[in-house]
């Protein structure tokens, strides 16, 4: 409270003083002159107080800095996550409507493993009775080898 008191005198004082420099001062170009140079002075003394302010106060410490990537990475891993799941959830539906359309009754589920973020679908379990055809559809048009499709015949 203070400090906020003695901003507040010298502000009033160096209005003052400009005030009565600008009274004394003759008419014409001299007194728009004194005007101007008290003006300055004026917005000098208001913004004082920002001269002592330390800049480093302002950043945010290390503490926010280490919460904040963790977030990110939080979120980020969330997100691949949630990708991963969509990517594994719809081939599943894919395979198992292609099955249905080339005569074989399948459930399918998915296993989907990040390269570099981005999910990649790398095997496949089905369940049902094999079918050389959904196993060449699966191999020919989603990539998965058919070493790495797992049927369980029920």
Known sequence: ??????????????????????????????????RFTGALLILCAVLR?????????????SGYREALAQAEQSLRTTEENALANGIATGLASYIEDKAGSLGAGVRATVTVESRDGVPFP???????????TVADFVERELGIAKEHQQWIES
């Open 1 to 34: 409270m203070d400090f906020f008191r003695q901003w507040l005198l010298g502000v009033i004082a160096c209005a003052l003083l400009v005030s009565i420099a600008a009274q004394v001062s003759p008419e014409g170009s001299f007194r728009a002159v004194v």
């Open 49 to 61: 107080p920002l001269s002592a302010l330390e800049l480093s106060d302002l950043t945010p410490h």
């Open 122 to 132: 790398t095997g496949v379990t089905l369940r049902g009775a094999y079918s050389d």
